[in-house]
């Protein structure tokens, strides 16, 4: 029974891992969203420093960019 | 150095540079070793979104309104990461249906309508040509710092004629290349890989010149972004620059400008054009989606520490929007401002070459050629002569675009700061998004809600924001804005329906989006689309499916020779021939019928070159028949999903299914193993009981023949049968000890005792049997007391059984035989050992099985018959694991025979208190 397990799939593993590929997609546009929409800003443009805000945004994009490359990059080897 | 002509040079060098660059590319496309099958090119290509407005607006931009230029830029990044599934259903569906531009896209959407193709072209026509004309004034006034410096910029500029305007030249100039690079093949839908390339090399040299600007002013006027930063905080009104504040329209103007990126940055004609129709390989969205973005970050790296050096030092560095010129002018270096200005005109040639590509090809397809179509004569009496008419129309087109884009320039091009009509274009070319973007992943839409939410759409846009452009240059009243027209209020451009407080492009782009998406929903979900549009939908909304690429849309007739005049027709008679290349016998076969594959190909070929409506037009002219409607399409799509989904549940039934025999033949092999086992255990006790039975009778038949025997013989006999007798009733005791352990009801009384007394005592009770049999029976007795838990009458039973058996398999000649009892971990054991020939590995768990006699080769002669019943081994093992512990076999250590090893648990401390 395990043996039966351990048998290569590759043509039906792809469309799953297409799709969970998928969902971590949409998991970082709407964490992108996020970081890049008012109720954080606000908070951020609250705390003291003068360039706090701008300091914010060029991290949080970053963060994004960063994020996307290892997803994509990652798939592509893959 | 900053004199005219070293400038003009370094200008003209560099376009020649870019001349040489594209004819490269085109020459290595041609010999078939492309230059830009890269994804880093592509990422590159895609950069010409950064035009002379990125250079310098972004800095303009954020002196004025703080963090809020960068919006611009997440857009895009937004949607660049949508890229996997957006953007690559755009590519596929351009690469299938041979998309020319934007304006064809959605034209092949809607039902390949003609008239919604020339309604987007001549939408994009005007809401482009204003973005050009910014183009064009940055060069111009980017030269004019350049040579007037400490000047102002403005003084020549106002009092020169056309022909001494750098810009008409620059424009001019800009023409001939695009004519050259652009329009070499008609067919539109091919790559202009040598563009591309020129297009990919700009995009290093703006970055490059923005990066040395950006470095000099931080590291060169100033000591490091610290100090700079540590100036600002002693200038309280800069201080506050870059916060949530100094956005325009706060909040929502934050979300507005955002959403308003994302989707221009979809709808941009040159973004479309570097996108999708220039894509080479889908797989290249992969890279670039996070590339792109990470070039947008690098060139907006220094644009706020040179707004704030701009502003810190005053009157003197000038106007914000040229801060990027002014700054290294003012500290008086001489090459960089060159380089800077370079870096400008690359950006501005960028983004023109491709807007003006994208416009011309709109031009011709969408608008000119439909109209060419419409007359008749022309179908019959320019044979062949209508490809080369049709280049001619895109190269008039591409000089009149630039010239209007000057003409804009020069009439009103002053009136607006760069970064305003850049918006402005923006907002024009998100009218184009809810066609586009509904129309991918919603079937329902049809051409008419389309059209009319286009219209609406734009017409609201005129309305917010380029008439109130035209007021603030003075075309119209000024009170247009404060007063609304006529003096009505409510439909003031800037505050329609009273909606104040908004910056400009978020209220245009809420109400202009309301009707537009209003209306395309609405008139669509009330409207029956044509079965041409149907089909068209669905080809669109499933353009993923897999089964889509294969399938042949046509199932009309006509003869390949009829085709092929077409084509030689409008395309000429090379690539009719190209078209034909695959068809069987093609040179005699004029009246054959055309296959359906070729009709498809030819309808791409025309439509690459013509646009899709077009070539539908042209392809109905000699065919006889429709291509499919949507319910074969449906059929196609339905049948085969539905033939994967069955296959799929096949696939796991019948898996199932040898997964459950799998199961079946295990047991059943399970079951006849038992059964031959249950057989063997038959056979064994039968024999073993006959045997003594067979001695017993004998012998009983003798004593009651023989009369006349001697007593002392009688004696004998009568002792051997007493003997056999205790053997078979041992052996029969066994046999139910063994059948009561497999069907568990052996009952056991566990207590808690000593393991070493009762080892002492089994060794006592068979010590007398061992000395008889000469056997030197040694004890070792490390652990004492050895408390566990057992049931003492069964675990002496296994104690004498070991030693017994040890005791026969022991050398012959001089028999020893080790008991040791030793702690091992959590565990007392208890091992016996002899000095016999020892048992092999492969025989120490066979020992365990009923009736198992070792086979002694040698001994078994000289021994006669074997020394047990076979069962004492199985039946100790079935008692020690009753008691939780492990009975096994193993090499002696010290007599170097057998030894075998009973371990038990130690007794928990509760029980032995």
């Known amino acids: 029974m395990s043996s039966h397990h351990d048998l290569p799939h590759d043509s039906r593993q792809d469309p799953h891992r297409d799709s969970r590929q998928h969902a971590r997609l949409i998991a970082l546009i709407l964490l992108a969203v996020l970081l890049f929409c008012p109720p954080l800003l606000v908070v951020i443009d609250g705390l003291p420093g003068m360039a706090s805000l701008a300091l914010y945004l060029f991290g949080a994009w970053a963060l994004v960019i960063g994020l996307g490359a290892w997803l994509m990059e990652r798939s592509a080897t893959h | 150095m900053r004199t005219d002509p070293i400038i003009l040079t370094a200008a003209f060098g560099y376009l020649a540079l870019l001349f040489l660059v594209a004819a490269w590319g085109d020459r290595r496309a041609e010999a078939g070793r492309t230059v830009i099958g890269s994804p880093t090119v592509y990422a590159l290509s895609i950069a010409v979104y950064c035009t002379a407005w990125t250079f310098y607006g972004s800095v303009g931009r954020a002196a004025e309104h703080g963090p809020s230029f960068l919006l611009i830029y997440l857009g895009p990044t937004l949607a660049m990461l949508t890229a996997p599934f957006l953007l690559r259903k755009m590519v596929r569906i351009a690469a299938r249906e041979r998309i020319t531009s934007i304006a064809d896209f959605i034209s092949a959407r809607y039902g390949k309508s003609t008239g919604l193709g020339a309604l987007v072209a001549l939408m994009a026509l005007i809401t482009i040509t204003p973005y050009i004309a910014l183009q064009l004034k940055a060069i111009t006034v980017s030269h004019a710092i350049l040579i007037n410096y400490p000047d102002s910029a403005d003084t020549t500029l106002t009092n020169e004629s056309f022909w001494m305007d750098k810009s008409f030249w620059v424009a001019l100039v800009l023409a001939v290349f695009i004519i050259l690079f652009g329009t070499r093949h008609l067919d539109a839908s091919e790559r202009h890989e040598g563009m591309v390339a020129a297009i990919a090399l700009e995009s290093l040299v ?137 870096g400008g005109l690359s950006a501005a040639t960028g983004m023109v070459i491709v807007e003006t590509i994208a416009l011309s090809t709109m031009v011709s397809n969408q608008l000119v050629m439909p109209l060419l179509l419409r007359l008749k004569h022309l179908h019959v009496s320019y044979q062949g002569r209508l490809a080369g008419w049709l280049l001619g129309i895109r190269r008039i087109s591409i000089l009149l675009i630039l010239l209007l884009g000057y003409l804009y320039h020069a009439l009103i091009g002053d009136s607006y700061s760069l970064v305003t009509i850049g918006l402005v274009s923006f907002a024009g070319a998100a009218q184009l998004a809810p066609a586009l973007l509904l129309g991918l992943y919603w079937r329902g839409a049809t051409r008419q809600g389309a059209t009319l939410g286009l219209i609406a759409g734009f017409a609201v846009w005129g309305y917010t924001l380029l008439l109130p452009g035209f007021a603030q240059s003075g075309w119209l009243s000024a009170t247009l804005l404060s007063d609304g027209p006529w003096g009505i209020g409510w439909l003031t451009p800037y505050a329609l329906f ?377 039946i100790s093992r079935g008692i020690v694991a009753h008691l939780g512990g492990r009975l096994w076999a193993d090499e002696g250590t010290t007599l170097g025979g057998a030894c075998l090893i009973m371990e038990l648990p130690n007794a928990p401390e509760t029980e032995r208190d």
């Open chain 2, 206 to 342: 703006k970055l490059a010149a923005f990066l040395a600007v950006g470095l000099f002013v931080v590291f060169g006027l100033f000591a490091g972004p610290g100090d700079l930063f540590r100036q600002v905080a002693l200038t309280p009104e800069l201080s506050d620059l870059m916060s949530l504040e100094s956005v325009p329209g706060g909040v929502t103007g934050w979300v507005g400008m955002l959403v308003l990126a994302f989707l221009a940055f979809i709808t941009l004609p040159r973004q479309f054009q570097v996108l999708v129709v220039e894509n080479v390989d889908e797989r290249h969205l992969k890279r670039a989606s996070w590339l792109f973005p990470l070039y947008m970050l690098l060139i907006n790296l220094f644009v706020i520490p040179i707004a704030l050096a701009g502003l810190l030092l005053g009157e003197a560095a000038g106007n914000p929007d040229s801060f990027v010129l002014t700054l290294p002018l003012l500290a008086g270096t001489e090459a960089l401002p060159v380089f800077v200005f370079i």
């Open chain 2, 498 to 874: 009273g909606l104040n407080g908004w910056d400009i492009y978020t209220h245009s782009l809420l109400w202009s989006m309301l009707a537009n998406v209003g209306l395309l929903v609405g008139v669509s979900l009330f409207t029956r689309p044509t079965p041409l549009e149907q089909t068209q939908a669905a080809l669109f909304t499933q353009a993923l499916h897999p089964n889509l690429q294969t399938t042949s849309l046509w199932r009309g007739q006509t003869t390949q020779g009829e085709l092929s005049e077409l084509l030689k027709r409008y395309l000429g008679a090379a690539a009719t021939k190209r078209v034909f290349a695959n068809a069987p016998h093609h040179d005699d076969a004029t009246d054959e019928p055309a296959s359906t594959e070729l009709i498809t190909r030819a309808e791409q070929a025309l439509a690459g070159s013509l646009g899709s409506a077009s070539a539908r037009v042209l392809i109905n002219s000699v065919v006889r028949g429709e291509a499919l409607d949507l319910e074969s399409i449906l059929s196609i799509l339905d049948t085969t999903s539905q033939t994967l989904e069955y296959n799929r549940e096949l696939e796991q039934k019948s898996q199932e299914l040898a997964r459950i025999g799998e199961e079946l033949r295990a047991a059943n092999e399970r079951l006849r193993e038992l059964d031959r086992l249950k057989d063997e255990f038959v056979a064994m006790v039968s024999h073993e009981l006959r045997t003594p039975l067979t001695s017993i009778r004998a012998f009983a038949e003798i004593l009651r023949d023989g009369n006349e025997m001697p007593d002392e013989k009688r004696q004998h006999f009568l002792g051997v049968i007493v003997h056999e007798s205790q053997r078979l009733s041992r052996l029969i005791e066994e046999i139910l000890d063994l059948a009561r352990l497999e069907s568990g009801r052996l009952t056991l009384n566990p207590e808690t005792l000593d393991l070493a007394e009762l080892a002492r005592h089994s060794v006592d009770a068979i010590s007398r049997l061992q000395e008889n049999r000469g056997v030197a029976l040694e004890v070792t007795l490390d652990a004492e007391p050895a408390m566990i838990v057992g049931d003492s009458d069964r675990l002496e039973q296994v104690i004498i059984n070991l030693l017994d058996n040890a005791g026969k398999f022991a050398d012959r000649d001089n028999p020893q035989v080790l008991l040791r009892l030793y702690k091992h971990k959590k565990h007392f054991r208890l091992s016996v050992e002899d000095n016999g020939p020892g048992i092999s590995a492969e025989e120490r768990e066979r020992v365990f099985e009923k009736f198992h006699q070792i086979e002694q080769s040698s001994d078994s002669a000289t021994r006669g018959r074997p020394k047990g019943s076979g069962l004492g081994l199985p």
